[in-house]
């Protein structure tokens, strides 16, 4: 995703891509959101030191590290988090703005470095990064489509610079990317190891992660020296990435039988990507197929994005096969009908992906998504019927989404401030 968005955008601490007009197909990334404000930037602390980021109110957003996990305070914090069980109640991670500790009335966020050893100065909230590069994820809503101005005036009041520079910082950029064509998905190839070894040459090297760079270090990706593999070598690797990717893609699509709580309903089909937590620990282990198969189709992860608690964070139930099993092919017809009273308290969104990239799904509509607000027709009873297929349904052309035959798709429900009847 950084190099992907840097080869179009630049690169940097002030350059903060906004996706001014949403985000719609033609930009390449996992399972995006065409129904907020994206705007999505990278911190290299190793380069750069600790960052101070002026974040305005309103906003809902996300700090991660490059492992994608949730930056978190590095010392106990004396307001208790809202945060349930298995979390910390003392120690925020990675939220930022709504379902973060400033409540989104707006805060300066601290993020130091791994091996960062000075003093951290007053009137900061402070995140502490486990890899020197950090993910900045911010998100605003809107409530008109035909007025985008201030959720994206409230995205571009963001501020970025070094702590102790803000007077000779670089000025701000934010290019739009709404009108770009950003290719931002990861290598499913061999040449995903060499983005490895520009990637094991740039980090901090953390002890937990020996193991990891010894693997790689067997194949020759190893800090500080070139990575060279011969012909032969890039053969297998060349096929390792390509298995490793169908690999993904199979597990996302099957989750694993020994993750609880995948399916949202035990009668229907409905996936819950988060069936555990954002660091997908299980009772004395780690999930790692469910989080393999999470990152195959997704990026980012925080607690708000993973609780179970009326009115906190997003639901994201995704959905890959029909109410008989069978995968979603782009040359049938479907139907998704909610209830009345969708239990979303900010809004709700029904966007459809292509299965190969989980991108956007390139039908040929202004984006692949129906909205709150879209204000798409509503029946007598007060449900809601959302169609796919190919061919726009008679006296329906408002709830659909188009499809496109010979290929599959999947469809994700976001449920923003989800209310307890979804829990029920």
Same mark, same amino acid.
């Given at each position: 995703? =950084?190099?992907?968005?840097?080869?179009?955008?630049?690169?940097?601490?002030?350059?903060?891509?906004?996706?001014?007009?949403?985000?719609?197909?033609?930009?390449?990334?996992?399972?995006?959101?065409?129904?907020?404000?994206?705007?999505?930037?990278?911190?290299?602390?190793?380069?750069?030191?600790?960052?101070?980021?002026?974040?305005?109110?309103?906003?809902?957003?996300?700090?991660?590290?490059? %492992?994608?996990?949730?930056?978190?305070?590095? +010392?106990?914090?004396?307001?208790?988090?809202?945060?349930?069980?298995?979390?910390?109640?003392?120690?925020?991670?990675?939220?930022?703005?709504?379902?973060?500790?400033?409540?989104?009335?707006?805060?300066?966020?601290?993020?130091?470095?791994?091996?960062?050893?000075?003093?951290? /100065?007053?009137?900061?909230?402070?995140?502490?990064?486990? +890899?020197?590069?950090?993910?900045?994820?911010?998100?605003?809503?809107?409530?008109? /489509?035909?007025?985008?101005?201030?959720?994206?005036?409230?995205?571009?009041?963001?501020?970025?610079?070094?702590?102790?520079?803000?007077?000779?910082?670089?000025?701000?950029?934010?290019?739009?990317?709404?009108?770009? +064509?950003?290719?931002?998905?990861?290598? &499913?190839?061999?040449?995903?190891?060499?983005?490895?070894?520009? %990637?094991?040459?740039?980090?901090?090297?953390?002890?937990?992660?020996?193991?990891?760079?010894?693997?790689?270090?067997?194949?020759?990706?190893?800090?500080?020296?070139?990575?060279?593999?011969?012909?032969?070598?890039?053969?297998?690797?060349?096929?390792?990435?390509?298995?490793?990717?169908?690999?993904?893609?199979?597990?996302?699509?099957?989750?694993?039988?020994?993750?609880?709580?995948?399916?949202?309903?035990?009668?229907?089909?409905?996936?819950?990507?988060?069936?555990?937590?954002?660091?997908?620990?299980?009772?004395?282990?780690?999930?790692?197929?469910?989080? &393999?198969?999470?990152?195959?189709?997704?990026?980012?992860?925080?607690?708000?994005?993973?609780? @179970?608690?009326?009115?906190?964070?997003? =639901?994201?139930?995704?959905?890959?096969?029909?109410?008989?099993?069978?995968?979603?092919?782009?040359? =049938?017809?479907?139907?998704?009908?909610?209830?009345?009273?969708?239990?979303?308290?900010?809004?709700?969104?029904? &966007?459809?992906?292509?299965?190969?990239?989980?991108?956007?799904?390139?039908?040929?509509?202004?984006?692949?998504?129906? @909205?709150?607000?879209?204000?798409?027709?509503?029946?007598?009873?007060?449900?809601?019927?959302?169609?796919?297929?190919?061919?726009?349904?008679?006296?329906?052309?408002?709830?659909?989404?188009?499809?496109?035959?010979?290929?599959?798709?999947?469809?994700?429900?976001?449920?923003?401030?989800?209310?307890?009847?979804?829990?029920?």
């Amino acid at each position: 995703m =950084k190099e992907g968005s840097e080869r179009l955008f630049g690169k940097g601490y002030n350059v903060l891509p906004v996706w001014k007009e949403r985000l719609n197909a033609n930009t390449l990334v996992t399972t995006p959101n065409s129904d907020v404000i994206y705007a999505m930037g990278y911190l290299d602390l190793k380069q750069d030191g600790p960052m101070v980021l002026d974040v305005p109110p309103g906003l809902q957003g996300i700090l991660d590290d490059f %492992f994608q996990r949730p930056i978190c305070n590095p +010392t106990p914090v004396a307001e208790k988090t809202w945060y349930p069980e298995p979390y910390a109640k003392d120690v925020w991670c990675g939220d930022v703005g709504l379902p973060g500790p400033d409540k989104g009335k707006g805060a300066k966020y601290l993020v130091i470095p791994p091996d960062y050893q000075g003093e951290i /100065p007053k009137g900061y909230i402070v995140y502490k990064s486990r +890899t020197y590069n950090v993910f900045v994820f911010w998100r605003a809503f809107f409530k008109d /489509p035909a007025n985008l101005g201030d959720p994206v005036d409230l995205v571009t009041r963001t501020r970025i610079y070094p702590l102790g520079k803000e007077a000779s910082a670089k000025p701000m950029q934010f290019p739009d990317g709404s009108k770009a +064509t950003p290719n931002m998905l990861y290598p &499913t190839d061999g040449s995903a190891f060499d983005m490895l070894s520009r %990637f094991i040459d740039s980090e901090y090297v953390d002890p937990v992660d020996a193991d990891m760079r010894g693997m790689l270090a067997s194949i020759g990706i190893i800090k500080g020296q070139p990575f060279n593999p011969d012909a032969h070598t890039r053969e297998i690797l060349d096929k390792a990435g390509k298995t490793a990717y169908r690999i993904g893609r199979a597990i996302a699509y099957d989750p694993p039988p020994i993750v609880p709580n995948t399916r949202w309903y035990s009668d229907r089909q409905w996936v819950n990507p988060f069936p555990v937590n954002t660091e997908f620990t299980g009772p004395s282990f780690k999930y790692l197929d469910l989080r &393999t198969g999470f990152f195959a189709l997704a990026y980012s992860a925080s607690p708000a994005m993973a609780v @179970n608690m009326a009115g906190m964070g997003a =639901k994201y139930p995704v959905a890959f096969r029909d109410a008989d099993g069978d995968p979603l092919s782009g040359g =049938k017809s479907y139907r998704l009908h909610l209830p009345k009273d969708i239990p979303a308290g900010i809004f709700w969104s029904v &966007t459809v992906y292509r299965p190969e990239t989980a991108a956007g799904l390139a039908n040929g509509q202004p984006f692949p998504s129906i @909205n709150t607000m879209d204000r798409p027709d509503v029946n007598p009873d007060g449900s809601t019927d959302i169609y796919f297929g190919p061919t726009e349904p008679a006296g329906h052309g408002k709830n659909w989404l188009k499809t496109v035959p010979g290929s599959g798709f999947f469809v994700i429900l976001r449920l923003y401030g989800p209310k307890q009847p979804f829990f029920d």
